[in-house]
């Protein structure tokens, strides 16, 4: 298999192939082709030819005989990973990052699909050397049994912190939450809302223990527990709209739930950010294309991929035995959805 065979398969062009399995530019081809190329990739074990690569870098020639790596994709947090742009850029990066190093993705699935998987490994034998875990989870005892005896190497990447003694990227979601409520503040902001999940969630603690520190009010009537999708934030605006909650902002899980909620907001005449300013975390790449721009945490999705696949490449190559931790820095991205209160 050549990037002209991909190409050809794909029906495309073998410079757009190449741009987008070498990660050359974020918008060399849309959504689905993007898709197709990879799945042909991930279908034929498609690697590139490392001397071939040396000698257009203009480099020695080292590791041409390095043997192929195979890891699969664990999407724990989302059960529709295509639906969530934040996962789909996340797991992206890894293949990208992964392809870089002779590595291919082989296999990406769901903690639903876990009994299917266990019968594809035992028919085809596991072919994968590791697993990258993203996102929050909380699986079964039968689950994890799952995953000790199929994976060797374990690396789990997201804005929860986890107890698992395994390898750890992180971009810290609780101390993010807590940035978001205090610039909230900054703005003289004090009653201020959550929209989003709350169980096992380190965004709505973060969210709470702020206010505490804060010395502001917390009511469970000023939030809604919604799941974090653009569905679940705008019902979870009109929730708070019915109530007929007494807030001046409001602080959104994720991206995904802050679109949804200023939609629900509009619709009920609450203008963002004039009448409730809106704050969340994740900055997708259609944050700054909304109107009004959405303020939120940038987490920084293509490194915690990047450096992800790199620590787990390491851990299987005997790099490192102890487990690691690795924690990302964020920022606030500030635009258009969060005014100064004036009373």
Known sequence: MTLKDIAKEAGVSISTVSRVINNKACNAASKDTQDKIWSIVRKTGYTPNPAAQTLKKGNALVN???????????????????????????????????????????????????????EITSLQGNLADGVVILGRFGFSQAQMNFLNDTYKNVIYVGLNPTDLKCDQVICNGYDASVSAVKYLFELRHKKIGYIGEQKNECRFLGYKDALTKLNLPFSITNTANVIQTIDGGYQGAKQLIQRGVDISAV?????????????????????????????????????????????????????????????????????????????????????????????
């Open 64 to 118: 041409s005989d390095k043997p192929t790596r195979f890891i699969d994709c664990l999407q724990a947090r989302s059960t529709n990973i295509d639906a969530d742009p934040f996962f789909f850029e996340l797991e992206r990066a890894i293949e990208q990052e992964a392809f870089n190093h002779n590595c291919i993705v082989k296999r990406s699935f769901a903690p639903a699909d876990i009994r299917d998987m266990k």
């Open 251 to 343: 602080f959104c899980a994720n991206d995904l739930t802050a679109i949804g909620a200023i939609k629900g907001f509009s619709e009920s005449k609450r203008n963002v950010p004039k009448d409730i300013s809106v704050i969340s975390i994740d900055d997708i790449s259609m944050a700054q294309y909304l109107s009004p721009m959405l303020t939120t945490i940038h987490v920084p999705i293509e490194e915690l991929g990047k450096i992800a696949t790199k620590t787990l490449l390491d851990r299987i190559q005997y790099g490192h035995r102890l487990p690691l931790k690795i924690e990302l820095p964020y920022y606030i991205a500030k635009r258009d959805s969060c005014l100064r209160y004036r009373t």
